[in-house]
T-cell receptor, first 109, second 115 residues
Framework: KNEVEQSPQNLTAQEGEFITINCSYS?????LHWLQQHPGGGIVSLFM???GKKKHGRLIATINIQEKHSSLHITASHPRDSAVYIC???????????FGTGTRLKVLA | DAGVIQSPRHEVTEMGQEVTLRCKPI?????LFWYRQTMMRGLELLIY????????DSGMPEDRFSAKMPNASFSTLKIQPSEPRDSAVYFC?????????????FGSGTRLTVV
C-alpha cells in the first residue's frame, strides 16, 4: 500500500461542476502540498497546508490531520483546470517527501 | 522576477556521456529542490538544498548523480556517465522557507533523452 494515495485517478467533468480530489496518507506529516501539472508539463504549486483550510480563487484545499486526509476542491470548473493534480506530503519523522501518483482531471466545455 | 530558470529545455545525449543540468532559483529563496519525473515512477525528489547546503540527497538514485549549489543563484545536477534509464524530465524548484505558505516555484523542466 502506498503511503500517499489519491482518488480518483482519473476524473472527467462538465464545465461548471464542483470537483473534489482526495489525498489520504498513512504517515505523520509536517505539511501537505498540492501541485498542478498542465498538459504542457509545467508544474505550479497550489497550496502548502499543515492544518485547516486555504482558498485561492476557485480552489479550496482542506486538511484533517487526525483523519490523515486532504481534499482539493474546484468550484465552477473550467476547461483550463484540466491538468494532473499531485498531492505530496512531508513525512514528519524522516523529513522526506512522498508523492501521490496524481489525479488526471479533464473538464469538458 | 523571471521565475526559476532551467537550462537546457531539452537535452539529447548518448549513453556514457556526461550531462549537466542547470538551475537559477528565484532571488531571495533559500530552498532549492531537484525533482525527476518519469512515466513509471511519477515525480520524485532527488535532493534539496537550504542556503546552498545539501540537506537530503537520499533521493539521488546512485553515485552517477551529483548536485552542487556553489552560490545562492545557481545549482547544477550532473549525471556521469548517463544511461538510457536516466531519460526523464528534471525539474528544479525554489522556495522561501521549506513550509512556505506560498509553496514552491517550479522551473519549466529539462527533458533529458539518453540514447
Amino acid at each position: 500500500k502506498n503511503e500517499v494515495e489519491q482518488s480518483p485517478q482519473n476524473l472527467t467533468a462538465q464545465e461548471g461542476e464542483f470537483i473534489t480530489i482526495n489525498c489520504s496518507y498513512s504517515v505523520g506529516i509536517s505539511a501537505l502540498h498540492w501541485l498542478q501539472q498542465h498538459p504542457g508539463g509545467g508544474i505550479v504549486s497550489l497550496f502548502m497546508l499543515s492544518s485547516g483550510k486555504k482558498k485561492h480563487g476557485r480552489l479550496i484545499a482542506t486538511i484533517n490531520i487526525q483523519e490523515k486526509h486532504s481534499s482539493l476542491h474546484i468550484t465552477a470548473s473550467h476547461p483550463r483546470d484540466s491538468a494532473v493534480y499531485i498531492c505530496a506530503v512531508l513525512n514528519s519523522g524522516t523529513y522526506k517527501y512522498i508523492f501521490g501518483t496524481g489525479t488526471r482531471l479533464k473538464v469538458l466545455a | 522576477d523571471a521565475g526559476v530558470i532551467q537550462s537546457p529545455r531539452h537535452e539529447v545525449t548518448e549513453m556514457g556521456q556526461e550531462v549537466t543540468l542547470r538551475c537559477k532559483p528565484i532571488s531571495g529563496h533559500d530552498y532549492l529542490f531537484w525533482y525527476r519525473q518519469t512515466m513509471m515512477r511519477g515525480l520524485e525528489l532527488l535532493i534539496y538544498f537550504n542556503n546552498n547546503v545539501p540537506i537530503d540527497d537520499s533521493g539521488m538514485p546512485e553515485d552517477r548523480f551529483s548536485a552542487k549549489m556553489p552560490n545562492a543563484s545557481f545549482s547544477t545536477l550532473k549525471i556521469q556517465p548517463s544511461e538510457p534509464r536516466d531519460s526523464a524530465v528534471y525539474f528544479c524548484a525554489s522556495s522561501f522557507g521549506q513550509l512556505s505558505n506560498y509553496g514552491y516555484t517550479f522551473g519549466s523542466g529539462t527533458r533529458l533523452t539518453v540514447v
